[in-house]
Protein backbone atom coordinates (compact mmCIF):
# COMPACT_ATOMS: atom_id res chain seq x y z
CA UNK A 1 0.00 0.00 0.00
CA UNK A 2 2.53 2.57 1.24
CA UNK A 3 4.69 1.71 -2.32
CA UNK A 4 1.75 2.62 -4.25
CA UNK A 5 1.27 6.49 -2.56
CA UNK A 6 4.80 7.76 -4.08
CA UNK A 7 3.82 6.24 -7.36
CA UNK A 8 0.57 7.91 -7.49
CA UNK A 9 1.58 11.07 -6.64
CA UNK A 10 4.03 10.65 -9.27
CA UNK A 11 0.90 10.05 -11.50
CA UNK A 12 -0.86 13.41 -10.44
CA UNK A 13 2.09 15.68 -10.13
CA UNK A 14 5.08 14.50 -12.59
CA UNK A 15 8.42 15.27 -12.16
CA UNK A 16 8.94 19.21 -14.35
CA UNK A 17 11.29 18.29 -16.99
CA UNK A 18 12.84 21.07 -19.58
CA UNK A 19 10.99 20.91 -22.85
CA UNK A 20 13.76 20.39 -25.07
CA UNK A 21 15.91 17.84 -23.73
CA UNK A 22 13.71 16.16 -20.91
CA UNK A 23 16.23 16.71 -18.12
CA UNK A 24 14.33 17.12 -14.44
CA UNK A 25 14.09 20.70 -13.96
CA UNK A 26 11.53 23.85 -13.72
CA UNK A 27 11.03 25.03 -17.07
CA UNK A 28 14.06 25.46 -19.65
CA UNK A 29 17.14 23.96 -18.29
CA UNK A 30 20.06 26.66 -18.30
CA UNK A 31 22.39 25.11 -20.96
CA UNK A 32 19.53 24.43 -23.22
CA UNK A 33 18.24 28.75 -22.74
CA UNK A 34 22.17 29.84 -22.80
CA UNK A 35 22.31 28.23 -26.72
CA UNK A 36 18.51 29.27 -27.69
CA UNK A 37 20.14 33.17 -26.81
CA UNK A 38 23.41 32.33 -28.59
CA UNK A 39 20.89 32.45 -31.94
CA UNK A 40 19.72 36.24 -30.85
CA UNK A 41 17.91 38.15 -34.06
CA UNK A 42 17.13 41.49 -34.11
CA UNK A 43 15.17 43.79 -37.03
CA UNK A 44 13.85 42.40 -39.79
CA UNK A 45 14.79 44.44 -42.86
CA UNK A 46 12.65 46.81 -44.24
CA UNK A 47 10.36 45.72 -42.26
CA UNK A 48 8.37 47.54 -38.84
CA UNK A 49 9.09 43.77 -37.03
CA UNK A 50 11.45 41.56 -34.71
CA UNK A 51 12.36 38.23 -34.92
CA UNK A 52 13.94 37.23 -31.78
CA UNK A 53 16.10 33.73 -32.18
CA UNK A 54 17.13 31.57 -34.85
CA UNK A 55 15.69 28.71 -35.84
CA UNK A 56 18.36 26.74 -34.11
CA UNK A 57 17.95 22.86 -32.86
CA UNK A 58 16.87 24.27 -29.40
CA UNK A 59 14.26 26.82 -30.94
CA UNK A 60 12.97 23.77 -33.23
CA UNK A 61 12.63 21.72 -30.03
CA UNK A 62 11.07 24.14 -28.22
CA UNK A 63 8.45 24.83 -30.99
CA UNK A 64 7.74 21.01 -31.25
CA UNK A 65 7.41 20.81 -27.56
CA UNK A 66 4.63 23.49 -27.43
CA UNK A 67 3.03 22.36 -30.91
CA UNK A 68 3.42 18.85 -30.94
CA UNK A 69 2.71 17.86 -27.23
CA UNK A 70 0.89 20.96 -26.60
CA UNK A 71 3.09 21.57 -23.76
CA UNK A 72 1.76 24.06 -20.91
CA UNK A 73 5.77 24.73 -19.85
CA UNK A 74 6.88 25.24 -23.16
CA UNK A 75 4.57 27.90 -23.96
CA UNK A 76 5.12 29.11 -21.11
CA UNK A 77 9.04 29.46 -21.22
CA UNK A 78 8.48 31.37 -24.94
CA UNK A 79 6.57 33.71 -23.91
CA UNK A 80 9.62 34.29 -21.05
CA UNK A 81 11.80 34.72 -23.23
CA UNK A 82 9.82 36.56 -25.15
CA UNK A 83 9.06 39.33 -22.38
CA UNK A 84 12.80 38.98 -21.47
CA UNK A 85 14.32 39.91 -24.78
CA UNK A 86 11.56 42.54 -25.86
CA UNK A 87 13.39 44.69 -28.19
CA UNK A 88 13.62 48.28 -26.45
CA UNK A 89 12.76 50.13 -29.79
CA UNK A 90 9.52 48.25 -29.73
CA UNK A 91 8.20 50.94 -27.53
CA UNK A 92 4.23 50.38 -25.59
CA UNK A 93 1.70 48.66 -26.84
CA UNK A 94 -2.38 48.50 -25.83
CA UNK A 95 -3.14 45.50 -26.98
CA UNK A 96 -1.53 41.76 -28.73
CA UNK A 97 -3.02 39.80 -31.09
CA UNK A 98 -1.79 36.92 -33.62
CA UNK A 99 -0.96 35.58 -37.21
CA UNK A 100 -3.81 33.09 -37.65
CA UNK A 101 -3.38 29.70 -37.70
CA UNK A 102 -5.03 27.43 -40.62
CA UNK A 103 -8.20 25.23 -39.53
CA UNK A 104 -5.96 22.33 -40.53
CA UNK A 105 -3.73 23.03 -38.46
CA UNK A 106 -6.21 24.00 -34.95
CA UNK A 107 -7.96 20.95 -35.73
CA UNK A 108 -4.56 18.98 -35.80
CA UNK A 109 -2.82 20.43 -32.73
CA UNK A 110 -6.24 20.97 -30.90
CA UNK A 111 -5.62 24.62 -29.89
CA UNK A 112 -4.65 27.70 -31.99
CA UNK A 113 -1.50 27.74 -31.20
CA UNK A 114 -1.22 31.79 -31.50
CA UNK A 115 -4.26 32.56 -29.31
CA UNK A 116 -1.89 30.56 -26.32
CA UNK A 117 1.07 32.19 -26.79
CA UNK A 118 -0.54 35.26 -27.15
CA UNK A 119 -2.66 34.98 -24.01
CA UNK A 120 0.90 33.73 -22.01
CA UNK A 121 2.53 37.05 -23.28
CA UNK A 122 -0.75 39.17 -22.75
CA UNK A 123 -0.94 37.95 -18.88
CA UNK A 124 3.15 39.00 -18.53
CA UNK A 125 2.90 42.60 -20.24
CA UNK A 126 -0.87 43.16 -18.97
CA UNK A 127 -2.69 44.35 -22.08
CA UNK A 128 -5.72 42.84 -23.59
CA UNK A 129 -5.50 40.14 -26.59
CA UNK A 130 -7.63 40.67 -29.86
CA UNK A 131 -8.55 37.74 -32.52
CA UNK A 132 -8.73 39.16 -35.38
CA UNK A 133 -8.40 36.69 -38.47
CA UNK A 134 -10.16 34.46 -39.58
CA UNK A 135 -8.04 31.07 -40.27
CA UNK A 136 -7.06 30.66 -43.60
CA UNK A 137 -8.32 26.86 -44.95
CA UNK A 138 -4.70 26.07 -46.03
CA UNK A 139 -1.97 25.63 -44.28
CA UNK A 140 1.28 27.77 -45.22
CA UNK A 141 4.29 25.62 -44.08
CA UNK A 142 3.48 22.89 -47.07
CA UNK A 143 3.33 25.64 -49.72
CA UNK A 144 5.79 26.88 -52.10
CA UNK A 145 6.79 30.68 -51.67
CA UNK A 146 4.94 31.92 -55.02
CA UNK A 147 2.18 29.82 -53.33
CA UNK A 148 2.18 31.08 -50.13
CA UNK A 149 1.28 34.92 -51.35
CA UNK A 150 -1.33 33.52 -53.68
CA UNK A 151 -3.06 31.51 -50.18
CA UNK A 152 -2.44 34.47 -47.76
CA UNK A 153 -4.25 36.98 -49.94
CA UNK A 154 -7.39 35.23 -49.45
CA UNK A 155 -6.51 36.30 -45.57
CA UNK A 156 -9.53 38.40 -43.89
CA UNK A 157 -10.49 40.11 -40.20
CA UNK A 158 -13.06 39.26 -38.49
CA UNK A 159 -16.05 41.53 -39.80
CA UNK A 160 -15.97 44.62 -37.37
CA UNK A 161 -13.17 43.01 -35.15
CA UNK A 162 -10.96 45.94 -35.46
CA UNK A 163 -13.20 48.96 -34.83
CA UNK A 164 -12.34 49.16 -31.22
CA UNK A 165 -8.65 49.35 -31.99
CA UNK A 166 -8.63 52.47 -33.99
CA UNK A 167 -5.64 54.49 -33.22
CA UNK A 168 -4.22 51.56 -30.98
CA UNK A 169 -0.62 50.37 -31.51
CA UNK A 170 -1.25 46.79 -31.33
CA UNK A 171 1.43 43.62 -31.37
CA UNK A 172 1.08 41.30 -33.45
CA UNK A 173 2.83 37.96 -32.32
CA UNK A 174 3.72 34.42 -34.76
CA UNK A 175 5.95 31.98 -33.99
CA UNK A 176 8.18 31.50 -37.54
CA UNK A 177 8.87 33.76 -39.87
CA UNK A 178 9.50 32.21 -42.88
CA UNK A 179 8.58 34.38 -46.20
CA UNK A 180 6.53 36.98 -43.95
CA UNK A 181 3.92 36.19 -45.91
CA UNK A 182 1.42 35.95 -43.26
CA UNK A 183 2.71 38.82 -41.12
CA UNK A 184 3.25 41.40 -44.16
CA UNK A 185 -0.52 40.15 -45.20
CA UNK A 186 -2.07 40.70 -41.61
CA UNK A 187 -0.07 44.41 -40.96
CA UNK A 188 -1.25 45.46 -44.15
CA UNK A 189 -4.75 44.40 -43.53
CA UNK A 190 -4.88 45.99 -40.28
CA UNK A 191 -3.16 49.36 -41.42
CA UNK A 192 -6.55 49.33 -43.69
CA UNK A 193 -8.87 49.16 -40.56
CA UNK A 194 -7.12 52.28 -39.55
CA UNK A 195 -4.92 49.71 -36.57
CA UNK A 196 -1.48 50.17 -36.55
CA UNK A 197 0.63 47.54 -35.57
CA UNK A 198 4.43 45.88 -35.54
CA UNK A 199 5.50 42.78 -35.16
CA UNK A 200 6.91 40.43 -33.56
CA UNK A 201 7.92 36.08 -34.15
CA UNK A 202 9.72 34.18 -31.90
CA UNK A 203 11.82 32.79 -34.60
CA UNK A 204 13.07 33.24 -38.32
CA UNK A 205 14.19 30.98 -40.15
ZN1 LIG B 1 17.18 21.39 -21.65
Sequence with gaps: M???????LAL????????????????????CKDRILLGRLRKIPGAQGW??????????GLLSAFKKNGSFVAGNEMATLIEEFLPKDLG????I???PSSQVSIKRLGFDHGEVLSKNLAKKLNVP???????????????????RWKNIKGLRMKRG??????????????DVYTTGATVKTCLALLEKGGVSCVY????AR
Design 51 to 60: SLFQYTEEVK
Design 200 to 203: LTFC
Design 12 to 31: LYPPSRCPICRTSTEGLCIP
Design 129 to 147: VYDLFLPPKVEQKHLEMDE
Design 97 to 99: TYA
Design 92 to 95: SVDF
Design 161 to 174: SWDPLKGKRGLLID
Design 2 to 8: NKLIPKL
